[in-house]
Nanobody, 122 residues
Framework: QVRLVESGGGSVQAGGSLRLSCVAS????????LGWFRQAPGKEREGVAA????????SYTDSVKGRFTISQDDVKNTVYLQMNSLKPEDTGMYYC???????????????WGQGIQVTVSS
C-alpha cells in the first residue's frame, strides 16, 4: 500500500502564498506519478497539477498556470505544490494523489491522501 500525507495548508488572504507538501511512503517503487487535486464546495474534484518522477513533464490545469508550481524530491519521496498569487476561488480541499502501476492520466489516480484545507479570503 502507498500512504500519502499532506501538510502545509492553511488560511491566507488573496495574493498570498502557500506551499503544500506530500510525503509518500510504503510501496513507493510502484508510483508512476504524483499529483494534486482539489475540490471546492459544491464542485467536483479536479486535477490541479501532476509530475513524473525526476520532475519531468509537469502539467497544470489552466486556472493555475503561472501561479502554481509542482515539484518533486525523489530522494525524500515528497511532492510539493507552491501556490502563489492565491485567489478566493482557489479555496478548497486539496488532495495529494498517486498513480500506482498505471499511466499518468487524470483518470488513473488510485491512491489518495486525506486532504488538506486551503482557504483564501478576499
Amino acid at each position: 500500500q502507498v500512504r500519502l500525507v499532506e501538510s502545509g495548508g492553511g488560511s491566507v488572504q488573496a495574493g498570498g502564498s502557500l506551499r503544500l507538501s506530500c510525503v509518500a511512503s510504503g510501496y513507493t517503487y510502484s508510483i508512476s506519478c504524483l499529483g494534486w487535486f482539489r475540490q471546492a464546495p459544491g464542485k467536483e474534484r479536479e486535477g490541479v497539477a501532476a509530475i513524473y518522477p525526476g520532475g519531468n513533464r509537469p502539467s497544470y490545469t489552466d486556472s493555475v498556470k503561472g501561479r502554481f508550481t509542482i515539484s518533486q524530491d525523489d530522494v525524500k519521496n515528497t511532492v510539493y505544490l507552491q501556490m502563489n498569487s492565491l485567489k478566493p476561488e482557489d479555496t478548497g480541499m486539496y488532495y495529494c494523489a498517486a498513480v500506482v502501476n498505471g499511466p499518468c492520466l487524470w483518470s488513473e489516480y488510485n491512491y489518495w491522501g486525506q486532504g488538506i484545507q486551503v482557504t483564501v479570503s478576499s
